[in-house]
């Protein structure tokens, strides 16, 4: 690792346990902002759309970022610090039976609402229409990451490593998001 990636890492952790959810907020900001613009040129756009890019990095730093802060240490509350399979197991579970439905549906409601300006009968629309598979393909998908992030990932770094691959995540959604759009352009 070069000099300027260690001198970068420590100062990442310094400000991960100085300020852990202003990190973790700016943080989830950055990736969901580099997935948007990862969306925007897979989908076809030839110019960044800057105010669509800051949106959704809006969206990662007062929302994404907070949120998954705010959730891992929840769940080291409810289960108090236990180990093992078992409570591995319970807090994927509890995690995809609560906040991952929430969270796609809050997606869904922002990006059309906040990114694209539809009036809330087009996105109450396109909620009942993708909702559903969008839940079961992240019930297929997510549940493999919790558990590597609850098994393996020590508590000040789950929301860094989700962020990373909510990312991808998002990438998908985005995409997904924007697919009436993309066809009738």
Known sequence: MSD???EAWRKYLLQLQLHP??????TSGVLVGCSDAIAQKISGVKKLQFRRLLLFM????????PFGHFLHKLMEIIFKGEKGKETVANKVMLEQWTSSPWNNMFFIMYYG???EGRPWVLVKSKLRKDYPSIQL?????WPIVDWINYQYM???FRVLFHSFVASGWAIFLNLKARSVVIKKA
Request: glycine letters at 8%; zero cysteines; proline letters at 4%.
């Open 154 to 156: 020590p508590l000040q």
């Open 21 to 26: 959810l202003r990190t973790n907020a700016i």
């Open 58 to 65: 809006l969206y990662g730093f007062a929302y994404s970022g």
């Open 4 to 6: 300027i990636a260690k």
């Open 113 to 115: 609402l906040v990114v």
């Open 137 to 141: 393909t992240a019930w297929k998908f």
